[in-house]
């Protein structure tokens, strides 16, 4: 449930977790995708949480 995604931003170790613990290449692939949103706060590489709750909720339409 994208409940479960309740900050703005995530950085790569927490959203990889949200995503069933991903692979660190997997995230970078789905970021080079376009399906997950990366911004850069001081050098810090993070994932919005609107990009993750919107991915989670693609994979979930896709299994009805």
Same mark, same amino acid.
Do not use: F, H, W
């Given at each position: 449930?994208?409940? &479960?995604i309740?900050q703005?931003?995530y950085?790569?170790?927490? $959203?990889?977790?949200k995503l !069933?613990?991903c692979?660190r290449?997997?995230?970078y692939?789905?970021? =080079?995708q376009?399906?997950?949103v990366?911004v850069?706060? !001081? !050098?810090? $590489?993070l994932?919005?949480?609107?990009s993750?709750? =919107?991915?989670v =909720? +693609?994979? &979930?339409g &896709? +299994?009805?």
């Amino acid at each position: 449930s994208t409940q &479960m995604i309740d900050q703005p931003l995530y950085d790569l170790p927490d $959203a990889a977790v949200k995503l !069933g613990n991903c692979s660190r290449s997997t995230l970078y692939r789905l970021i =080079e995708q376009g399906k997950l949103v990366r911004v850069k706060l !001081g !050098g810090k $590489a993070l994932v919005t949480g609107k990009s993750l709750a =919107e991915y989670v =909720e +693609e994979l &979930m339409g &896709m +299994e009805q």
